[in-house]
């Protein structure tokens, strides 16, 4: 197609060179281009707007480690890796990478995925035990499979025989002395319901007695009034997008799921769509919060999809968080949302949030945090630099 696009440009340039005027020539081949690289499939962006680097949380090292990695060159998808890398080696928060969050039986496992948003190409591991390294895991799944994702102790074997290090103990002294001290509370708070015993650690079998309601409406009242377990420092996940030098763009994700869970439990991070989202037509979207309830929505998918639709980023971030809110008021989560102009915006319920980014121009990572009283949705305003 590019040789033909040439072919076009010279035969017309000749033409009207042929008429005596060059300049006319010149003028046509400046304007055309544009339009007839873009019919080529390759349309002309501004490439002072790019590399842009987004990510949830003030996890600074991880977006300068993203932002080192791209903008010395490197795809989007290596450095989205290298990005949650760091946060993974880091343990940011203790709810992203190994030795946090540990499961019912004290175990850390670790989910992660990666998008390519010009291939649409997804990789991911879920409920991966052994290796620590999830995010590079999952960057093999895309590169060496055919599949999507793959899970649990299979994912681990996968992994190493593609040359990551293990099998690793992924539990630290800090998630056991955790576990410990939750299991002499009685294993409380814990995500079972419907079940006996409720004020203690099992073993635990269906209770005779099941919530019931005398109407849906009732029923629908009910389950979403329920209050989340998620909260400001078990929010984990690492949700990045990274816009390389060309335009292409892809995200990431790792975690080592929610404290506590029930062992097997896979939450949003591993899924395309909830977690983050990628387009290169149109743009990105990382989220962080309740993923029980948050993958239900897919809301990445749902920004993504609302910016394709003429959205700005603010109002799709936004609409993404109020599909949940008005079915679950109680639950906590948050969203970014960035156009593939590089403008972005976040919005959150039930917590306080911070997104962080670094764009040409900037001579560091900005970062804000914005508090949403009451459950009410906030929009994220402008960032400050630090």
Not at 275 to 285: F, L, M, N
Not at 317 to 323: F, G
């Amino acid at each position: 197609m590019e040789a033909i696009t040439r072919l076009v440009l010279f035969t017309l340039i000749s033409l009207l060179k042929c008429k005596g005027d060059s300049n006319t020539g010149t003028e046509l081949f400046i304007i055309l281009t544009p339009s007839l690289r873009q019919a080529a499939g390759h349309e002309v962006e501004n490439s002072a707007q790019y590399p842009v680097v987004v990510s949830t949380w003030p996890f600074l090292q991880a977006v300068r480690a993203a932002w080192g990695a791209v903008n010395s060159g490197f795809s989007a998808l290596d450095a989205v890796v290298e990005g949650c890398s760091a946060c993974e080696e880091l343990r940011c928060d203790g709810t992203v990478g190994p030795g946090g969050s540990p499961d019912e039986n004290g175990e850390t496992t670790l989910d992660a995925m990666v998008m390519n948003g010009a291939t649409m190409e997804v990789g991911a591991v879920a409920a991966m035990r052994y290796v620590r390294d999830g995010i590079r895991a999952a960057r093999l799944v895309m590169q060496h499979t055919e599949h999507t994702m793959l899970v649990g102790e299979q994912a681990s074997t996968f992994a190493i025989s593609m040359g990551l290090p293990g099998p690793a103990n992924l539990s630290s002294a800090e998630s056991m002395e955790k576990w410990n001290k939750w299991k002499l509370n009685n294993c409380q708070p814990n995500f079972r319901k419907n079940i006996q015993p409720t004020d203690s650690c099992g073993p635990y079998h269906p209770s005779h007695f099941v919530e019931k309601t005398c109407s849906m409406d009732n029923l629908v009242e009910h389950v979403g009034a329920k209050s989340s377990h998620v909260g400001i420092h078990n929010h984990d996940t690492i949700s990045m997008a990274v816009f390389d030098k060309t335009g292409h763009i892809a995200v990431g994700t790792s975690t080592n799921g929610a404290i506590f869970k029930i062992p097997g439990r896979v939450g949003d991070g591993p899924i395309a769509g909830s977690s983050a989202y990628a387009d290169d037509e149109v743009g990105a979207c990382g989220a962080t919060g309740d993923g029980d309830i948050m993958m239900r929505f897919l809301p990445c998918y749902q920004a993504v999809e609302s910016m394709r639709l003429g959205m700005e980023p603010k109002q799709a971030a936004r609409d993404a968080i109020q599909r949940i809110a008005r079915k679950y008021p109680g639950f906590v989560g948050a969203v970014f949302a960035v156009n593939k102009n590089g403008v972005h915006a976040g919005a959150c319920h039930g917590w306080t949030f911070q997104y962080s980014v670094r764009q040409p121009g900037m001579e560091d990572v900005k970062d804000q945090a914005i508090k949403a009283p009451d459950n009410s949705i906030l929009l994220m305003p402008e960032i400050k630099e630090i």
